[in-house]
């Protein structure tokens, strides 16, 4: 009985009934009207893309690439890239070396038709040898030159240093 009450007193009350221009939405027309002609008098800016290239933030993740310092790579191939990436498109198989580091990755390949430029593997990489670039130009024409190895993906930290100097401020 009780119940019955309390369903009885949670029915919804209008506290307020719409016009009929409110709810015609005339008013609201109207108003995205006067935006939309506010805007046709705006400066506009067009950026003649393939002549006049805009600079990239340091928060822009393009394509990964590898970091090398000093000609060597500062991947230890630990794996961890190529697990954490949603997509598969990573592929690091380790080799001892007599570096300071136990070893490197004998072959690193990211398939970029697969890659959806998720930073994942940037994010978990203990080294930061992998890293999202300010690239985003990539054109194949077929699926083997979409497979950047070792040789398309080392970049230096001289070159990588905006984003390398963001991520450290940021993390």
Partial sequence: MNDDKLLAKSEVIRVKDLTFLQRAYVF???????????????????????????????????????????????????????RVCPALAIEVQAAPTELAKERYPEKFEINMTRCIFCGFCEEVCPEEAIIMSNEYELAFSSQQESIFGKDKLLKSAEIMKPRLDFLRDHR
């Fill in 28 to 82: 609201e027309i109207l108003k995205g009207m006067f935006k939309a002609a506010r805007q046709i008098f705006q400066p506009s800016f067009t950026i003649e893309y393939p002549e006049v290239r805009s600079e990239r933030a340091a928060s822009f993740r393009g394509r990964p690439v590898l970091v090398e310092e000093n000609g060597v790579e500062r991947c230890v191939a630990c794996g961890l890239c190529a």
